[in-house]
C-alpha cells in the first residue's frame, strides 16, 4: 500500500516572533494535512496550494525542516515563508500564535518541532542560502518582472514557486512567450551559469540557450526546453540514439577541457580521484554516514580492504587512450529532455573535468526503465561506446567501461564529500548521498535501507 504523505507546517507571524498553531481535539497542534499524492521533498509547489486551500493564505515555502519515514507515512514539516499574510487576516477558530513558550498541549513531538524552528529563526541572520530567508521570493520576482518588462515578455499568471532545497530554488513564470523558468544556485555550484551559457553557444542543438543569467547572484532564465524527458520513452532506440549523442559531444569537448577549467568547471581528473580514495575511505563510518544510510564499521572494513584495488583501477583507466572530457556529475535519463527527435542535456551544477564514462553509472540500474528490453545494459553500454571506437577498439572499450563503472560510486561520492557538503548548512538534505554510494560498492546492500536513501535524496535529478 502507498504511503500517505503528512505535511505539518510551520508559520510564523509576520512581524512578531511567534508560530501559528490551530486548535484541536484536545488543545492545539501545528497545521497538518495529508495527502495520498506523492511529491519529493524538496518539491514545495503542493505545500503552497494546500496553504491556499486550507487557510486562504497565498504563501511560499523557505524549506522543508525535517523528514520522519513511518511504517505506512511519510511525514514532511516544512517552514513557510509569512511575508505575505495579510495585515486583516481572520486565524480561524480557535488558533492562536504562540512565542518561543510554547503551550504543552501540543502532541508529541510537535514541541520539539516547534523549539527547533525557534532556534533556527533566531540565527535568521546567519542562514547561507538566500532562498531559506523571509522576503527572498518578492525579490527574485521583482528582478525576473524586470527582466520580462525589459524584454516586452507579459506575464499571464503569477510567479509560481517549485522547488526549494540548498542545491537550487526553481520558480516558473506563464507568459506570452510560453514557460519560463528561474534556477538560483548555492555558491558551491558558482560554476553552472557560465559552462550553460557557454555549451549553448557552442553547441546550440545539444543544450538549452540561457535566456538571461545573473553570474554574480548565480540565477538563470531558462526557456521552456520541453517536457518530455527520457527516462518517461520506452523506445529503446531513443535511448540508444541519446547516449551515443552524448559520447559525441564529450568527444568535441575533450579537446576544450582548458576552457571548461576557464569557466571554473571543477577538476576531479583520474590522478586526483586516486589521491583522494584512501583519505576518503580511512575516515570514520560516522563521519561519512547520513541521516538515513549508516556505514558500519563492517561496511568501512570492507571498503578499506579494497583501497589498494580501487587505485590499481585508476591507474589502469588511465591507462587506456580515452581522453578526459566533460564529466556530468548526475547524470540520468531525466537528464535528457527530448525535443523532436532530438534530444538536449540539462543540469550541470555537479559537472567537472573527469573520465567521461564516469556519466553513464545511471545505466547500471537501466533495467528499471526498460524492462523488456534483453540486454539492455550491454546494449545500451555498446550504443553509447560506439563513437569512442577512435580511441580504442570495442574490447578495450568495455574493459574501461567496466573499470570505470567500479570507481564511479567513488568519484560521486566524493563530489559530496569534497565539494558539497561542506558547503552546506543543511547537511541532512544531502549527507545520505555518501554512504548511498559507498554501499553500492558492498556486495551486500539491503534493499529496504537504499529505498529509503532514494526517497530522502530524490529529485536531486530534478534540480
Given amino acids: 500500500m502507498p504511503p500517505t504523505y503528512v505535511h505539518y507546517l510551520l508559520i510564523p507571524h509576520p512581524t512578531e516572533a511567534q508560530i501559528l498553531v490551530l486548535a484541536d481535539d484536545v488543545g492545539h497542534a501545528l497545521p497538518c494535512y495529508q495527502t495520498d499524492e506523492p511529491h519529493f521533498w524538496q518539491t514545495v509547489a503542493p505545500v ?37 499574510i ?3 487576516w481572520v486565524l480561524p477558530e480557535g488558533a492562536m500564535w504562540v512565542s518561543k513558550d510554547t503551550p504543552d498541549d501540543l502532541p508529541t513531538g510537535q514541541k520539539e518541532i516547534v523549539d527547533e524552528w525557534f532556534r533556527w529563526n533566531d540565527r535568521a541572520n546567519t542562514v547561507k542560502t538566500e532562498w531559506y530567508r523571509t522576503g527572498w521570493f518578492d525579490k527574485a520576482a521583482a528582478w525576473i518582472e524586470e527582466q520580462f518588462d525589459d524584454r516586452g515578455i507579459m506575464m499571464t499568471a503569477p510567479i509560481e ?8 530554488a526553481i520558480l516558473r513564470a506563464e507568459t506570452t512567450f510560453g514557460q519560463i523558468y528561474f ?10 551559469p557560465l559552462i550553460v551559457k557557454w555549451l549553448a553557444h557552442n553547441y546550440p542543438q545539444d543544450f538549452p540557450k540561457p535566456l538571461l543569467l545573473d553570474g554574480w547572484r548565480r540565477w538563470i532564465l531558462m526557456p521552456d526546453y520541453g517536457s518530455q524527458t527520457l527516462d518517461t520513452v520506452l ?14 559531444l564529450q568527444i568535441s569537448l575533450s579537446v576544450r ?28 563510518g560516522e563521519t561519512l554516514s547520513g541521516s538515513a544510510a549508516i556505514l558500519s564499521d563492517d561496511d568501512m572494513e570492507q571498503l578499506r580492504a579494497r583501497i589498494p584495488e580501487f587505485k590499481q583501477a ?45 556519466s553513464l553509472y545511471f545505466l547500471m540500474d537501466a533495467d ?19 563513437p569512442w571506437r577512435a580511441y580504442e577498439p570495442m574490447n578495450k572499450l568495455i574493459e574501461a567501461f567496466d573499470l570505470a563503472m567500479q570507481l564511479a560510486p567513488l568519484h560521486h561520492a566524493l563530489i559530496y564529500h569534497d565539494y558539497i557538503l561542506p558547503e552546506m548548512q543543511v547537511q541532512w538534505e544531502m549527507n545520505n548521498m555518501i554512504p548511498f554510494y559507498l554501499k553500492r560498492l558492498i556486495p551486500k546492500i539491503s534493499g529496504d535501507e537504499q529505498g529509503a536513501v532514494i526517497e530522502l535524496e530524490s529529485g536531486e535529478q530534478e534540480s
Fill in 48 to 84: 503552497n496550494q494546500l496553504v491556499a486551500q486550507h487557510l486562504g493564505l497565498n504563501l511560499t515555502t523557505l524549506r522543508c525542516t525535517e523528514i520522519l519515514f513511518g511504517d505506512d507515512q511519510i511525514v514532511m514539516v516544512y517552514a513557510m515563508d509569512a511575508s505575505h
Fill in 86 to 88: 495579510p495585515a486583516d
Fill in 161 to 168: 514557486q517549485l522547488r526549494s532545497w540548498e542545491r537550487s
Fill in 183 to 192: 534556477k538560483a544556485l548555492p555558491v558551491m555550484f558558482k560554476h553552472e
Fill in 235 to 248: 523506445e529503446y532506440e531513443r535511448w540508444e540514439n541519446a547516449l551515443r549523442r552524448f559520447a559525441e
Fill in 257 to 284: 577541457i582548458n576552457d571548461l577549467l576557464g569557466l571554473g568547471c571543477p577538476d576531479r581528473r583520474l590522478y586526483k580521484l586516486a589521491d583522494a580514495v584512501e583519505p576518503l575511505l580511512m575516515s570514520s
Fill in 314 to 358: 585508476c591507474s589502469a583507466l588511465s591507462g587506456y587512450s580515452i581522453p578526459t572530457s566533460l564529466e556530468h556529475g548526475d547524470f540520468w535519463a531525466g537528464q535528457i529532455v527530448l525535443n523532436g527527435d532530438k534530444c538536449v542535456f540539462i543540469d550541470w551544477s555537479d559537472c567537472s573535468v573527469s573520465h567521461p564514462f564516469f
Fill in 368 to 386: 528499471i526503465h526498460l524492462p523488456d528490453v534483453p540486454d539492455v545494459l550491454e546494449r545500451l553500454r555498446d550504443a553509447y561506446l560506439q
